[in-house]
């Protein structure tokens, strides 16, 4: 009994890795360009930027919530970061002023949600919208670009031969995993999504739990928002269109439960993972946009689907 709950507990996460293995192993068979050293390192590079706002909304999700807004607050900390540094701000100054503006925008969704009680769907819509028009009217609907050498090394530098987006990527991920595996605020995250009331009865304080959760993903669309702007050399307020599903996809993909209690970042970047791998073969094939994203959701469907299976035999 013992082995088959253990299987139960980890099929998702061996299975999804399977995946992306087989994915792999697909389009090096179909494509002799997809299985060289540049072209991954091509598509790690492309999965950094959805692979850090997942982080976050794995959390999120984990607590059984939602967020909508991480693309809007992309752009939005993308154009107030380029702002900074158009008006010669120090480069610090400028993504720390980025990133407060992703974690204020996240705190105001955990505030709307734990106090003002409305549904995570219709508060980070919402704020999906003010988000937007803030970067747009911001910036009256224009690009920022061109920016310092010094600030282009956050996307084009390397250190020891490995592009400097993947390691931000890496450090993100292990902090985020110490801290949902070892600390209190991830065995708080774990309860707020696997049983709200009972997590209260027990004095988790939910409400501090769900702030601090949201505020987090609004920092890590931020940290996205660095690193984006880094590699177009500009800042759009039309930035991160789409990117919550993105997000929202690698999260479920890697076995994070939409109904929260489950979860695990391993998972999630295997999922990020995944959506890069697919994007980039079906590119390299010449597939058609459209036809990409009738098979990325389908991929999502069938990940949920699998995800209901499994907790049916849990239960």
């Known amino acids: 009994m013992q082995i088959k709950s ?7 996460e061996f299975g999804t890795f399977i995946g992306l293995i087989a994915i792999i192993l697909i389009f090096s068979f179909w494509t002799p360009y997809f299985f060289t050293v540049s072209n991954l390192l091509n ?45 010669d701000q120090p480069l610090i100054v400028a993504i720390l002023g980025g990133l407060l ?15 003002g009680k409305l549904p995570p769907f219709i508060s980070t819509l919402g704020l999906m919208s003010v988000a937007r028009g803030a970067a ?12 310092e050498e010094n600030f282009r090394f956050i996307a084009t530098g390397e250190i020891l ?13 292990l902090i985020g995993h110490f801290v949902l595996t070892r600390t209190k605020l991830g065995r708080y995250t774990y309860a707020t999504g696997g049983n709200e009331q009972a997590a209260i009865l027990s004095g988790v304080n939910v409400k501090l739990i769900k702030i601090v959760v949201y505020s987090l993903c609004g920092l890590l669309s931020g940290a996205a928002s660095v690193l984006l702007t880094a590699r177009l050399n500009s800042a759009q307020p039309i930035a991160g269109i789409m990117y919550e599903l993105d997000a929202i996809a690698a999260v479920v993909i890697g076995g994070t439960s939409l109904m929260g209690g489950e979860g695990k970042l391993t998972g ?18 010449d597939v058609s946009s459209f036809i990409q994203q ?16 499994l907790k049916k035999k849990k239960a």
């Not at 503006?101 to 106090?115: A, K, M, Q, R």
């Not at 031969?161 to 991920?173: C, G, L, R």
């Open 101 to 115: 503006v992703g974690t204020v925008s996240g705190s105001v969704n955990g505030v709307l949600i734990s106090y």
């Open 161 to 173: 031969h490995i592009p400097f987006p993947i390691i931000v990527m890496i450090i993100i991920y």
């Open 294 to 309: 009738i098979v990325i959701g389908s991929v999502i469907i069938s990940a949920v689907l699998i995800d209901m299976a």
């Open 43 to 87: 598509v790690a590079q492309q999965t950094t930027i959805n692979a850090v706002i997942a982080v976050g909304m794995t959390y999120v999700i984990i607590t059984a919530g939602i967020d909508l807004s991480v693309g809007s607050i992309m752009a939005f900390s993308g154009v107030v970061l380029a702002s900074l540094l158009k008006a």
């Open 6 to 12: 253990l299987w139960l507990q980890n099929a998702r």
């Open 268 to 285: 999630t970047l295997i999922g990020a993972l995944i959506m890069g791998v697919l994007r980039n073969g079906l590119n390299l094939l």
């Open 136 to 147: 747009l009217l911001y910036t009256d609907g224009r690009p920022i670009s061109g920016f």
